[in-house]
């Protein structure tokens, strides 16, 4: 069974930076398309952005557009996000998701996902 581990996240000031990483266990990442998603405070849970497995095609909500860059490195078993420019709008908490996907495949929409890690959680404050 695959098993997802978000780490990465902290305490960081406006204008700064993370990189959020997303380990995966029980089984190999290939052949799943990976998604990032974040749920702030009082609000729902929204995509922030995606990969298809081959790596190849990506997206992102407009909001994080040129600010955040999703990678994945299939030998470390592993799906990164890195985050520039953090505004205090980003915080929350931040998790990824898996779904067993082919070629370009890759959606923002929380309920194409079966897997999702447990989340971890920025905070973008002075």
């Known amino acids: 069974q695959l098993q997802l581990v978000e780490s990465g996240g902290g305490l960081v000031q406006p204008g700064g930076s993370l990189r959020l990483s997303c380990a995966a266990s029980?089984?190999?990442?290939?052949?799943?398309?990976i998604g990032w998603f974040r749920q702030a405070p009082g609000k729902e849970r929204e995509g922030v952005s995606c990969?298809?497995?081959?790596?190849?095609?990506?997206e992102y909500a407009d909001s994080v557009k040129g600010r955040f860059t999703i990678s994945r490195d299939n030998a470390k078993n592993t799906v990164y996000l890195q985050m520039n420019d953090l505004k205090p709008e980003d915080t929350a908490v931040y998790y990824c998701?898996?779904?067993?996907?082919?070629?370009?495949?890759?959606?923002?929409?929380?309920?194409?996902?079966?897997?999702w890690g447990q989340g971890t959680r920025v905070t973008v404050s002075p």
């Open positions: 998701a898996a779904e067993i996907a082919y070629g370009s495949w890759h959606s923002l929409r929380e309920i194409e996902y079966d897997a």
């Open positions: 029980g089984r190999t990442l290939d052949y799943y398309a």
């Open positions: 990969i298809s497995e081959s790596g190849e095609v990506t």
